[in-house]
């Protein structure tokens, strides 16, 4: 069975872009998360989507977002690209992130350099 | 606010010797506890679950404790391999499974 698969890996935007980040969950889980870990730092907490629609956002500016398809797959928009933008991005599923004891698996990520 | 913190930042050992890795949080309501591993601008993978009501998971030669009470959890690795060399991440779930709060974690290096 495939994983979470994230794409594209690696990523090059320039300051000011946009940026489009993909995640594909594992068949059958409805919930996805996106972290951005960027250097040094640990994981921050991004964007929670369930069943389409967005339940929780961390503490990050509005030019970050995303949408859940309804196949469940997910997209990361980053707008107006920063320099400190630059980052791993992971994506993880989950059965469903209402039942508080399902695990989550997470993908490869998709490493977003800005220059 | 939850904070997780994991002690040690890094640790060196030889192979076949035991790994023990420490996580603590301050805030004991939680729902869960999730141990996860990451090689070098690689993804996490998760290594074990354990339920707030569980006292502990075992896996193979893993092992991770959990006390609510006190706020902690530890990870046991048994019999350590070169291939054990990565990041240990500890994550607790608090209110919903999108507030996961990591640790910074920990970097093992297990040494032929």
């Known amino acids: 069975e495939a994983g979470v698969t994230q794409s594209p890996t690696h990523l090059i935007k320039t300051r000011g872009q946009q940026a489009t980040l993909r995640c594909s969950p594992i068949?059958?889980?409805?919930?996805v998360y996106w972290y951005q870990q960027a250097l040094g730092l640990g994981l921050q907490f991004l964007l929670w989507?369930?069943?389409?629609?967005?339940?929780n956002r961390g503490n990050f500016p509005p030019r970050f977002s995303g949408r859940q398809f309804p196949n469940y797959s997910s997209e990361l928009n980053v707008n107006a690209l920063e320099l400190e933008d630059s980052a791993l991005y992971l994506c993880?599923?989950?059965?469903?992130?209402?039942?508080?004891?399902?695990?989550?698996?997470f993908g490869q990520g998709t490493r977003l350099t800005v220059v | 606010k939850q904070e997780v913190t994991q002690i040690p930042a890094a640790l060196s050992v030889p192979e076949g010797e035991n790994l023990v890795l420490n996580c603590s949080f301050t805030?004991?309501?939680?729902?869960?506890l999730q141990w996860f591993r990451q090689d070098p601008g690689k993804g996490l993978t998760s290594l074990l679950l354990?339920?707030?009501?569980?006292r502990e998971q075992t896996s193979g030669r893993l092992n991770a404790s959990l006390d609510k009470s006190s706020g902690r959890s530890t990870l046991y690795i048994a019999a350590s391999q070169p291939g054990d060399s990565a990041t240990y991440l500890c994550?607790?779930?608090?209110?919903?499974?999108?507030?996961?709060?990591f640790g910074a974690g920990t970097q093992v290096v297990v040494t032929p």
């Open positions: 068949s059958g889980h409805t919930s």
């Open positions: 989507y369930d069943e389409g629609e967005e339940r």
């Open positions: 993880a599923s989950s059965w469903t992130g209402t039942v508080m004891n399902t695990e989550a698996f």
């Open positions: 805030d004991s309501a939680i729902y869960n």
């Open positions: 354990i339920q707030s009501s569980q």
């Open positions: 994550a607790v779930g608090t209110d919903s499974w999108g507030k996961f709060q």
